[in-house]
């Protein structure tokens, strides 16, 4: 059947041979029996054709044969001399027995991969069957027949990089075929190899699927109608080589694929393809290609963004996926660069089914390509789910787009397995995809597009997501997360967590984060202890008053016991002393020491006045105000533009104005004393956070310069004198700005990363952080004697922490979270979110707008809230709790350890059925109510019952020293309100017997 096969595609290709014959008469080269045509004396043109019926060629030196060669007989060929010769063109037969007989191997093939050298069955043969006498093929080929499989069969070899194109029907018959080394082998239909032949493909070799036609007549090969449907079914196995599918519609491939190498699918260039969507279905065995394999995935060369190509697979594939992209320059409305939206489908339902339903299936590793830009809102490449699918992929990497197909209203419909996300993986989700995550790298995002339906879920094991983003208001849509953490989430969406422990780094006020289970955390996530064990190199807290020293006057100062005082660092009190100097009725500070106990040597210190002056000026001191900044005390350094201090103050004469520089609030910093004078410091500082509040804009210094030579000078550019941060302008309003000398640009307020240098401050409380290369500052306010007295004044610090080690963003968030809880600053906090938490559930960490019933954790040192009445669940943990009415309070968990304190002295408790139940129960924490209090009473269903009902109950109880109680119970009830030292006791007491006689 074969042979008879190969006669009709013989004799088909004779009559298509003849009508060539007619074309080239003009042009004809003639060679018959007998007759010899020296190529080298008598060489053809290119354009002629060589009509040969016999007789012999012959070649003397190495020459490239660019000429159609009719052969309609045998024609002997002598290479002499050693040459090379290379045929570039078809060879055509006008009789089934023309041939060329070569006395050793000559090369054959073209150098036009738009017209493949086609080389008829049985058009070669060789006079002697030695090592040397082959065949070979370089550039592009095409045949009808292999050369081993013709009626005298002939060796062949391919250079590397060649091409052959098979256009034959059961061109191979074999079990197995290898594909030879270093070339190309086309598959033009799914006859050329008998359906049982198994394709060997080794490492430098290629096996190309592309369905194509031959065409007799200009013996070019041509892409099929791109409206057909192409199939394959050989099945492949890869020893390091490639296979590659390259069509121009979609193609099913029904063989199996296995072995170590690379699937490679593609689209055909031509324009007419432009506009197609074209698919891969692969419907065999993949499950058994090595790990390390990969199917990629190449874009079509389309300025069309709707173009679709992908791949849809039926197997487990445990190799890698790659999605290779060439940047397109198509420009959208918005003129935005973009790519195609290529799809890559996994699961499909086979033709003439019913459908694959609840699809699991296992990938290496999948990695989005690369390019220049994205379509608003959307990545590049679309990783296509069928609904109710369930893929594994080992390793996800690069930019790709989740979108899902056939969604029901059903919560986890699809899911998206990975064992791990690479560094900077961006995963664009649409339209609804469960996602499983073992382990996340560094800057993974995921960007959440228009959904229609609410079924988002994330999973995480490990690592964090550096941000999930919401891309549209998706409020009403919302991403469930289940463990593991989030750096930041921005836009307009909702979280809601069902489980597990998570941490949620930061986020934007339009976020509606819901805890319905599990434990919630708020921070960054870096080891607050360990930022602020031993690394600070200057820490100054206001609320912290055992350590600063007070002001008192030169003569108490100059007595032993004042000697003594001061030597002892005595701590400021609120209520002062008899020696004690004010202003404005603070107190005035002379030192402030470090916060903890073990930094002794580096500390503030307002030197200037009483070494210098019998005389004491109070303008020069800053003075502590207690309890200024939401209950805690901060160090202000009065009014901006302070009076000008006496003319005998300070150096220079009167009648010298010039050089006349008067004092004003200051606080230089300064080494421990020796021989007991000061000596000056600095802090060379890699990041200092300080809360500061910007009392009339803030002044001029906000961390200033010290003294000596031109240091004192507006700018403190002087490199002995260090990098300053300072405001700008002449009045230093607040509408100044932050500037840093030098190159130092790195600051934030309130968390948001800013612009020192166009960015003002808000006239009120702010926390600050600046990061350099280390850069010293020197004092806190300006740092030396100024002739203007607007240039000081106007600062106010609650607290200073400087690193004169460099620390990291999630560091700095940490500590900027730290002060925010502290100082109460929900404004600074980096989750500035709403926050639902469940009965059952658990948050902790840097909030503050939350409500909800469950239990809210203090787990921020120094914690300082105020409650509004929202939040009706429970608190523990440890910090101070405040509340404008007692009614304002949430339940205070029994191991709560810290202060509470109610502004109102306004009480009211209801009895019902005879019980209370509205008490205020905080036995671990200090209670703090005012001293005139009212309590109210009121009796729902039966009288109180007699005895003592605890209405109020903590560690400590202060306050409350004027009492006053309404209450609705009469007849046969006395009220009284006991005042213990830990509690407030309601007692009730019978009034007495009535008798009724009738």
């Known amino acids: 059947m074969r042979k008879s096969m190969l006669k009709e ?53 190495s020459v490239t044969v660019a000429n159609n060669i009719h052969l309609g007989g045998e024609v002997s060929v002598v290479i002499n001399n050693g040459a090379s010769v290379r045929f570039t063109k078809t060879f055509f037969k006008t009789n089934p027995l023309g041939r060329l007989v070569l006395p050793c191997a000559v090369r054959f093939g073209s150098d036009d991969s738009s017209r493949f050298a086609f080389l008829p069955e049985n058009s070669i043969a060789f006079t002697s069957d030695a090592a040397g006498s082959k065949l070979r093929f370089a550039g592009y080929v095409s045949m009808a027949v292999l050369p081993d499989g013709w009626t005298s069969p002939v060796a062949y070899e391919c250079e590397s990089d060649t091409m052959i194109a098979f256009y034959g029907a059961d061109m191979v018959t074999d079990d197995v075929y290898a594909v030879p080394s270093g070339c190309t082998v086309r598959m033009t239909s799914p006859a050329n190899f008998s359906a049982s032949t198994v ?34 079914s050989n099945d492949v196995v890869l020893a390091g080589g490639t296979f590659k599918i390259l069509t121009g519609s979609t193609h099913h491939y029904f063989g199996d694929i296995s072995g170590t190498g690379m699937i490679n699918v593609g689209t055909q260039y031509p324009s007419e393809y432009k506009s197609r969507n074209v698919y891969h279905y692969f419907y065999g065995d993949l499950s058994e290609m090595d790990a390390q394999s990969e199917l990629t995935i190449d874009e079509l060369r389309e300025t069309n963004p709707a173009m679709n190509q992908g791949a849809r697979l039926n197997s487990d594939f445990p190799g890698k996926v790659k999605i290779n992209f060439v940047t397109s320059n198509w420009i959208d409305p918005n003129g935005k660069y973009c790519v195609a939206s290529n799809t890559v489908s996994f699961g499909f339902a086979v033709p003439g089914g019913s459908g694959v339903t609840n699809e699991s299936w296992y990938v290496g ?34 930019k790709l787009t989740a979108y899902a197909t056939g969604l029901s209203s059903a919560l986890n419909t699809d899911d998206l397995t990975v064992d791990t996300v690479s560094d900077d993986t961006i995963l664009y989700v649409k339209n609804g995809i469960r996602l499983h995550f073992g382990t996340v790298g560094r800057g993974v995002k995921i960007r959440y597009m228009a959904s229609p339906v609410s079924s988002n879920v994330v999973e995480i094991g490990s690592g964090a997501i550096e941000e999930i983003a919401f891309l549209s208001d998706q409020r009403a849509k919302p991403v469930y997360l289940n463990g593991g953490a989030v750096e930041k989430i921005t836009g307009s969406g909702t979280i809601i967590v069902t489980g597990g422990n998570v941490r949620i780094g930061a986020a934007d006020a339009t976020v509606d984060v819901q805890v319905r289970g599990g434990t919630v955390t708020f921070g960054s996530g870096a080891d607050l202890g360990g930022v602020l064990g031993g690394r600070p190199a200057l820490w100054l807290d206001a609320s912290d008053t055992e350590k600063m020293t007070g002001v008192y006057n030169s003569g108490w100062a100059e007595t032993q016991e004042g000697r003594l005082a001061l030597g002892a660092n005595p701590a400021v009190t609120f209520n002062g002393s008899a020696a004690a100097t004010y202003t ?22 307002q030197d200037r006045c009483a070494g210098f002056s019998s005389t004491l000026y109070t303008l020069v001191y800053p003075y502590l105000v207690p309890k200024g900044l939401n209950g805690r005390a901060y160090l202000s350094f009065g009014k901006h533009g302070s009076e000008d201090l006496p003319v005998e103050f300070g150096r220079g004469r009167a009648d010298n104005m010039p050089n006349f520089r008067r004092e004003m609030r200051r606080m230089p910093l300064m080494h421990d004393m020796l021989d007991g004078q000061p000596r000056g410091n600095a802090v060379s500082a890699y990041a200092t956070i300080l809360v500061f509040g910007s009392q009339q804009g803030g002044g001029r210094a906000i961390l200033g310069s010290y003294d000596g030579n031109d240091c004192w000078k507006i700018g403190g550019d002087n490199p002995g004198c260090g990098a300053n941060y300072l405001r700008g302008g002449d009045n230093y309003d607040a509408t100044n700005t932050i500037f840093a000398p030098g190159n ?22 702010q926390i600050i952080s600046v990061t350099n290369p280390p850069a010293a500052w020197r004092s806190l306010g300006e740092g030396a004697m100024k002739t203007d007295a607007s240039e000081s004044g106007g600062q106010n610090y609650a607290e200073v922490i400087s690193f004169t080690n460099a620390i990291t963003a999630a560091e700095r968030m940490a500590v900027e979270n730290y002060l925010a809880m502290k100082w109460g600053l929900p404004g600074a906090l980096s989750a500035k979110c709403s926050v639902t938490v469940s009965a059952g559930a658990l948050v902790k960490g840097a909030i503050a707008n939350v409500t909800g019933a469950g ?95 605890v209405l109020v109950q903590g560690k400590t109880l202060t306050g409350m020293t004027d009492l006053s109680l309404v209450h609705n119970v009469s007849g046969g009830r006395i009220l009284q309100l006991v005042r213990a030292e830990t509690s407030l006791v309601l007692r009730v007491i019978p009034s007495g017997t009535t008798i009724i006689v009738r």
């Open 744 to 765: 130092n640009k790195s600051a934030w307020i309130d968390g948001e990363n800013i612009d020192p240098a166009a960015t003002p401050l808000n006239g009120g409380w």
């Open 199 to 232: 394709i060997s493909v080794p490492a430098d070799s290629t096996l190309q699927d592309r369905p194509s036609k031959f065409d007799p007549v200009t013996c070019a090969g041509s892409g099929i109608d791109t409206d057909t449907v192409t199939v394959g």
């Open 584 to 605: 404005n009725g603070f107190p005035l500070i002379e030192k402030w020491f470090d916060k903890r106990p073990e930094q002794t040597w580096t500390y503030a210190w």
């Open 9 to 61: 595609n013989s004799i088909r290709f004779i009559l298509s041979f003849m009508a060539i014959l007619l074309m080239f008469t003009l042009h004809a080269v003639t060679l018959g029996p007998g007759e010899m045509l020296d190529w080298d004396a008598n060489k053809p043109t290119a354009a002629d054709v060589v009509e040969a019926t016999g007789g012999t060629i012959v070649f003397n030196s």
């Open 365 to 398: 590793a999948l990695q989005g390509g690369s390019f220049i830009g994205v379509r608003e809102g959307e990545g590049g490449a679309r990783l296509q789910f069928s609904a109710r699918q369930h893929i594994h992929v080992g390793t996800l990497s690069g």
């Open 855 to 949: 239990t809210w954790e203090f787990d921020l040192p120094e914690s300082r809230v105020k409650m509004n009445g929202s939040f009706k669940g429970t608190v523990s943990g440890s910090g101070d709790i405040a509340a404008a009415d007692a009614a304002d309070l949430p339940a205070i968990a029994e191991s709560f350890n810290g202060a509470v304190e109610v502004l109102s002295g306004n009480l009211s408790f209801e009895c019902l059925n005879g019980a209370f139940s509205s008490a205020l129960i905080a036995a671990n924490s200090d209670l703090t109510f005012p001293s005139a209090a009212t309590v109210e009473i009121s009796a729902v269903g039966t009288k109180p019952a007699v005895g003592d009902h």
